[in-house]
Nanobody, 116 residues
């Protein structure tokens, strides 16, 4: 059974930081691209960042320079370090493990709220 478990969300003030984690089980983690998505209230889910199986990274422009995605294949874990958080970063953040359209898995999400 495949499971992705996110953690690390919370309530922070603008300018502060959070580190999200996503632990995977039931997959050959090192072969998957791992993505972070987010969904704000009343909005569509949007892609945030990705790390390939080879360790290359990509970010949506609005978070580049503030967020860092990384992976630890030995621990089946991906991280999203979020610095200089803004109110517009408020959303539920989801971890996604993607190999192909048949092997595409989601976590349950973790809430991030940025508010003064």
């Amino acid at each position: 059974q495949v499971q992705l478990l996110e953690s690390g969300g919370g309530l922070v003030q603008p300018g502060e930081s959070l580190r999200l984690s996503c632990v995977a089980s039931g997959i050959i983690f090192s072969t998957y691209w791992i993505h972070w998505y987010r969904q704000a209230p009343g909005k569509q889910r949007e892609w945030v960042a990705a790390v390939t199986d080879g360790g290359d990274t990509n970010y949506r422009p609005s978070v580049e320079g503030r967020f860092t995605i990384s992976r630890d294949n030995a621990k089946n874990t991906v991280f999203l370090q979020m610095n200089s958080l803004k109110p517009e970063d408020t959303a539920v953040y989801y971890c996604n493990a993607y190999l192909n359209s048949q092997y595409n898995y989601w976590g349950q999400g973790t809430q991030v709220t940025v508010s003064s």
